[in-house]
């Protein structure tokens, strides 16, 4: 886990990262430039979601500070972060954080879970 994070929130005009076709799968993000470990990326924005039968292919699922479970089915550029057992980001809540300094040029990657296959 990251140490602290540093809480500047990303705006149109100084996003760290960009969408671009992936070597990984279809699309991804890209830093725009070097992310120091710790650093919000952003925040995965849409429409919450309840119930399995909601689940779909970009649904992040969050377990929250009472236990509850709920889903977050992404609209914004944050559901193009693609898998990897070697991420270099994670997810704590909706927030998006650098697990590790990220070079320019390098694709965020999130590991989605023991369920998924390890690429």
Excluded: C
């Amino acid at each position: 886990m990251p140490k602290t994070a540093t809480k500047t929130k990303p705006t149109k005009t100084n996003l760290l990262y960009e969408v671009r076709e992936s070597g990984i799968h279809g699309k991804g993000l890209f830093a725009t430039r070097k992310i120091a470990e710790g650093t919000v990326i952003g925040t995965y924005q849409g429409p919450k979601v309840y119930d399995d039968a909601d689940d779909g292919d970009h649904v992040l699922w969050i377990e929250d500070h009472d236990g509850s479970i709920y889903g977050v089915d992404g609209k914004n550029e944050l559901r193009y972060v693609n898998h990897s057992i070697d991420a270099n980001v994670v997810f704590e809540g909706e927030e998006l954080i650098a697990l590790r300094d990220i070079k320019k040029g390098e694709e965020l990657t999130h590991h989605y879970g023991d369920d998924w296959l390890d690429l």
